[in-house]
């Protein structure tokens, strides 16, 4: 078992471009999330599913989008990527919505 | 708004020392609270405390949670070395169909030798 696996681990953008990170979990979860984590600023939550099929916003959308293109995967993209959004984006699934969570390793990302 | 509090930020201890770290949160429809390590990548789950006054032990690490003060504490005994990490703590709260987790700043541990 692999757990949570993220793509890439490092990206570095010009502002304006975008990109999709990309998140798969092999552990059968139903609920999968995307998280950003900043310096003094914790781990703050951008999107999250809580099953195949469904998405919704978490307490950081603006600048996301979410696709669950199926059970396994959940990706993230920036449409127009901008230098706020330079951070360490973390992915991470639960068994439910109510469970733990388990994360990936992490996408850091600089935006220039 | 929800708000999950640590303290202290950092911690500078010894190999040998015990130390005790702190959560306080203020949230409405409170469900559980976690804790986790992390290193220099993921956080790696350590506890889930739904109920007040039970223990939860894993080796040298301990927590425990009291609803009615509104708070948690993570007790490392003996540390190690490779204890040093940031050890974040989370509440889970639910709210109109919804889940999701508030985390603290984190408490930045360092075990010096």
């Known amino acids: 078992n692999a757990g949570v696996t993220q793509t890439p681990k490092f990206q570095v953008l010009k502002t304006g471009q975008s990109m999709t990170l990309q998140c798969a979990q092999d552990?059968?979860?139903?609920?999968m999330y995307w998280y950003r984590q900043d310096p003094g600023m914790g781990l703050r939550l951008i999107y999250y599913?809580?099953?195949?099929?469904?998405?919704d916003k978490g307490e950081v959308p603006n600048g996301y989008n979410v696709s669950r293109l199926n059970k396994r995967e959940f990706s993230l993209r920036l449409e127009s990527a901008a230098p706020s959004q330079t951070s360490v984006y973390f992915c991470?699934?639960?068994?439910?919505?109510?469970?733990?969570?388990?994360f990936g390793p992490g996408t850091r990302l600089l935006v220039l | 708004e929800d708000k999950v509090v640590q303290s202290p930020l950092s911690l500078v201890v010894h190999e040998g020392d015990t130390v005790t770290l702190n959560c306080s949160y203020e949230?409405?429809?409170?469900?559980?609270l976690l804790w986790y390590k992390q290193e220099k990548k993921a956080p790696t789950f350590l506890f889930m405390l739904?109920?007040?006054?039970i223990e939860k032990k894993s080796g040298r690490l301990s927590s425990i949670l009291d609803k009615k003060e509104l708070f948690s504490i993570l007790n490392i005994t003996a540390t190690q070395t490779g204890d040093s990490a940031v050890y974040l703590c989370?509440?889970?709260?639910?709210?109109?169909?919804?889940?999701?987790?508030?985390f603290g700043k984190g408490t930045k541990l360092s075990v010096i030798p």
């Open positions: 739904t109920s007040s006054g």
């Open positions: 552990m059968n979860h139903n609920s």
């Open positions: 991470a699934s639960s068994e439910y919505r109510m469970q733990t969570q388990y």
């Open positions: 599913s809580a099953s195949e099929g469904t998405t």
């Open positions: 989370a509440v889970l709260v639910s709210g109109a169909g919804s889940y999701q987790l508030t």
């Open positions: 949230v409405t429809n409170f469900r559980s």
